[in-house]
């Protein structure tokens, strides 16, 4: 089964059996891709104290990320 085999039954919403034969490709298509994963790259801070800090010593913008629960699931 292709990738865009697996996408239209998906877009469908038609059903699929997982198979030992077709793990693998189910696999590969649930899994992120590198270009969904960036994110992961960046620097992040646990707390805006901290973020603060090493943006005046390197003189860099802060990005703040509001919402609702901790970022780091620590609630």
Known sequence: ???LAIAAVV???AGVDLT???FDQW???LE???AEC?????AWRPTFYDAVVEA???DKPILLWAMNGHPLGCT
Do not use: D, H, T
Request: hydrophobic share 30%.
């Open 38 to 42: 960036v994110f992961e790259g960046i």
């Open 32 to 34: 992120p891709k590198p």
């Open 1 to 3: 089964m292709s990738a």
């Open 11 to 13: 877009a469908l919403g």
């Open 56 to 58: 005046q010593e390197k």
């Open 27 to 29: 696999k590969r298509y």
């Open 20 to 22: 030992e034969q077709n």
